[in-house]
T-cell receptor
Framework: DAKTTQPPSMDCAEGRAANLPCNHSTISGNEYVYWYRQIHSQGPQYIIH???NNETNEMASLIITEDRKSSTLILPHATLRDTAVYYCIVIGRGTSYDKVIFGPGTSLSVIP | DGGITQSPKYLFRKEGQNVTLSCEQN?????MYWYRQDPGQGLRLIYY???????QKGDIAEGYSVSREKKESFPLTVTSAQKNPTAFYLC??????????????FGPGTRLTVT
């Protein structure tokens, strides 16, 4: 399964778009990109996932590059409540659950 | 409301004692998971169960045990054999009819402190 690389931390001004990058250069054709976030001392929360097309839901947008080697999670108007650790995970069909890895993620701080 | 409950939120135990963490879900999900999180770290999988009466070890199963006698429940026992049990424990479930098996729904977690 492909590994992911994320910056350890980022800041974003309140009201601005937060763009969180994820590198997954070894991703294979049947692997999806999933994003979760974890607010301090709470359980992680599913945000969005995609294969190769851009995806949007009520929480965020996911932009996957054409070569699928990287992606960006976009929070269009960040609020203080978006301060959290964001995890990018690559998962393939048929992946055993013990291969689903939540790495250290990116700690996003939304600043007033 | 549907969701996952974990109790208690905070738990304190003396070294050498076994302790059982509760996890219940009413989402009708087939799969359930236990993760451990240490400060500043990601999540590490302890055990997972895809169906009742069956479960598999994750990356760090040593010193832990689980049972899955009911679809709704997946309790985790931290035994005295676990050398560093103090951590934040998270339970999750997935696999409802309308969701991907990889869309995991997490409980609020139990913070265990062993002294």
């Amino acid at each position: 399964d492909a590994k992911t690389t994320q910056p350890p931390s980022m800041d974003c001004a309140e009201g601005r778009a937060a763009n969180l990058p994820c590198n997954h250069s070894t991703i294979s054709g049947n692997e999806y990109v999933y994003w979760y976030r974890q607010i301090h001392s709470q359980g992680p929360q599913y945000i969005i996932h995609g294969l190769k097309n851009n995806e949007t839901n009520e929480m965020a947008s996911l932009i996957i590059t054409e070569d699928r080697k990287s992606s960006t999670l976009i929070l269009p108007h960040a609020t203080l409540r978006d301060t959290a650790v964001y995890y990018c995970i690559v998962i393939g069909r048929g992946t055993s659950y013990d291969k689903v890895i939540f790495g250290p993620g990116t700690s996003l701080s939304v600043i007033p | 409301d549907g969701g996952i409950t974990q109790s208690p939120k905070y738990l304190f135990r003396k070294e050498g004692q076994n302790v059982t963490l509760s996890c219940e879900q009413n989402l009708n999900h087939d799969a359930m998971y236990w993760y451990r999180q240490d400060p500043g770290q990601g999540l590490r999988l302890i055990y997972y169960s895809q169906i009742v009466n069956d479960f598999q070890k994750g990356d760090i199963a040593e010193g832990y045990s689980v049972s899955r006698e009911k679809k709704e429940s997946f309790p985790l026992t931290v035994t005295s054999a676990q050398k560093n049990p103090t951590a934040f424990y998270l339970c999750a479930s997935s696999g409802g009819a309308a969701t991907s098996i990889y869309e995991q729904y997490f409980g609020p977690g139990t913070r265990l402190t062993v002294t």
